[in-house]
């Protein structure tokens, strides 16, 4: 038992852990959640937590151990006993919901971050209370509308607090070893709800080396090429790709394929302002309530600008800004509503590039912005919050509609890489939205964008940043159905469609599905090694995934 992984399932499953919470429940004025190094009441998020000289021990960064109680009143006591070995400028913290109290920061100091302090506070040697690696005791006490934090019975700090508990309550070890041998929690508590899973147990189907599905877009030996979007046209032969020609902004690239992206022009003209660009472009069909198509490119940060085509990209008017207002990958999507000639865009900002004048917050905050337009895309209302949040950062925003059309869901990268990607839903064309829940871990990743194939299943595409993953930082894909997201399943199967030789720097994905099924999906990445980045598209068949899924074991 000393060094076996404490997995707390096991204990819930044998009636031991839920007989412990029950009794605590009776008596809410104290609950152990650490007693002599044996976890009766935690949640192990990522990375392991062993027993390790009588006390529960984690190492790591984003290794969450979460209490399986929440603080849910005015008057509440935390008390814990605690080391942390490696402690010098380990940022190892407690945190209440989004608020940290640090141990030792980067400056080594005690430092406090989040809304309860007002920002980031710098306190000085954590030395004045307790010496590195010696075991010392931590206490948090809310009372008289104060919240109080002591090291070895001294108060360290003291701040107003409004009594509206917090989400969740834990350690974290960061870049240091932490070893915990008590912890417990007095007052009004509430239950707080396991964490997703930070892995997935679905096969993966491995692609990578397959390079006869592979079609090369761009290339330019020295360039970053990055960031591509594609649309295929109504002969389902026509399709159009942009993207920048830099890391996130530069001058956009314009291409065409007239055989459903099996080969490729040469760089296209564009006009002038395309090469002002100052982020990732996107181009989406549009379709006024007169049945008048068009094309739009945007392109983001501030002013959001709009260029558009209504003959099929043959030209293009100059970018023009669409307000006073901008953001960050504008637009993650353009869904049809279902009134002719209607249509919801959705993109996020943090702080910086929203207004002319940037009006950044510490700790950062992530705005999830909404804009429709009335007018078969020419045109678009001054955005609205959807979400915001200065823990969980969503953002990256991709649509997908159910199958009989009548709700939306959105998938959201989380950017603070503490939790899974995200899923909002609406059920009337976007005005309301459900709260954001947490995907599986198979979801999890950056900038997805997701079609239906002839059978009714979803592909996909993104890129891979779950917690615990073998194809982690490379271009993937899921299959699975719209009631998988909806019912929080891991799917069916995933699919590595490319190794990334630098890991995160990929898969800002295109996705189509030709009439015969195939499916042609498009982005960037390191796919040679200390070579830049070029833009690539892979061509596969859904008849071809379960094939090869049935070999899996």
């Known amino acids: 038992m000393t060094r076996s992984r404490l997995i707390l399932a096991c204990l819930a499953c044998a009636g031991v852990l839920n007989h412990s919470l029950s009794a605590q429940a009776e008596n809410p004025s104290a609950r152990m ?126 701040t107003k607090y409004a009594g509206r508990g917090f989400d969740n309550l834990g350690f974290s070890p960061w870049r240091g070893t932490m070893q915990i041998r008590h ?23 491995d692609l990578s080396a397959d390079r006869a599905r592979q079609v090369v877009i761009d290339r330019q030996e020295g360039q970053y090429l990055g960031h591509p979007t594609t649309v295929l046209l109504e002969d389902g032969k026509t399709m159009l790709c942009v993207y920048p020609k830099g890391h996130g902004r530069g001058a956009i690239v314009y291409k065409r394929s007239q055989d459903a992206g099996l080969t490729w022009s040469p760089r296209l003209p564009t006009p002038a302002s395309w090469s002002t660009s100052k982020e990732v472009p996107t181009i989406h069909r549009v379709v006024d309530a007169r049945g008048k198509k068009r094309l739009i490119v945007w392109s983001g940060l501030y002013p959001a600008r709009l260029s558009v085509s209504e003959d099929d990209g043959l030209s293009w008017s100059e970018l023009k800004p669409a307000g006073k207002w901008g953001g960050i990958v504008v637009m993650g999507f353009v869904e049809r509503l279902a009134t002719p000639g209607h249509y919801l865009a959705m993109f996020h900002d943090d702080g910086r590039f929203f207004t002319a004048t940037a009006q950044t917050k510490r700790p950062v905050q992530f705005t999830l912005y909404q804009t429709r337009s009335t007018d078969g895309g020419l045109t678009w209302t001054t955005p609205e919050t959807i979400q915001q949040d200065t823990a969980v950062h969503l953002c990256e925003p991709g649509c997908i509609r159910s199958p009989d059309g009548r709700q939306l869901a959105v998938l959201l990268r989380e950017n603070s890489r503490r939790l899974n990607s995200h899923v909002i839903f609406s059920d009337d064309e976007g005005r309301n939205w459900t709260a954001p829940r947490e995907l599986p871990a198979a979801l999890t990743g950056d900038r997805h964008t997701g079609k239906y194939l002839p059978d009714g299943r979803l592909f996909v595409s993104f890129r891979d940043t779950t917690h615990v993953s073998p194809t982690k930082g490379d271009w993937v894909a899921w299959v699975g159905t719209y009631e998988d997201i909806v019912r929080g399943r891991q799917g069916q199967y995933r699919v590595r469609l490319m190794d990334n030789h630098v890991r995160g720097d990929c898969a800002y994905p295109g ?32 008849s071809e995934l379960d094939a090869l899924a049935k070999q899996k074991p």
């Open 33 to 158: 959640l650490i007693h002599e190094g044996q976890a009766e009441g935690v949640h192990l998020q990522t990375g392991e937590w062993t027993l390790q000289d009588g006390a529960v021990q984690g190492s790591g960064e984003r290794n969450y151990l979460f209490a399986r109680w929440t603080v849910a009143g005015d008057a509440f006591r935390v008390r814990a006993r605690l080391r942390i070995l490696n402690q010098q400028a380990s940022a190892a913290s407690f945190f209440l919901g989004n608020n940290h109290f640090g141990f030792e920061g980067a400056k080594q100091t005690i430092y406090l971050n989040g809304p309860l302090f007002g920002g980031l506070r710098l306190l000085g040697s954590p030395q004045k209370f307790f010496q590195r690696g010696d075991w010392f005791d931590f206490e948090v006490v809310a009372a008289d509308g104060r919240v109080s934090f002591l090291l070895n019975g001294k108060t360290v700090h003291s």
């Open 183 to 205: 912890w417990s929690l007095s007052g009004k508590s509430v239950p707080f709800s396991a964490p997703a899973a930070r892995g997935y147990t679905i096969p993966t189907i």
């Open 511 to 542: 996705v189509e599905v030709l009439a015969d099924g195939t499916i042609v999906t498009t982005t960037y990445g390191h796919w040679t090694a200390k070579a830049a980045p070029y833009i690539v598209s892979v061509r596969l068949k859904l």
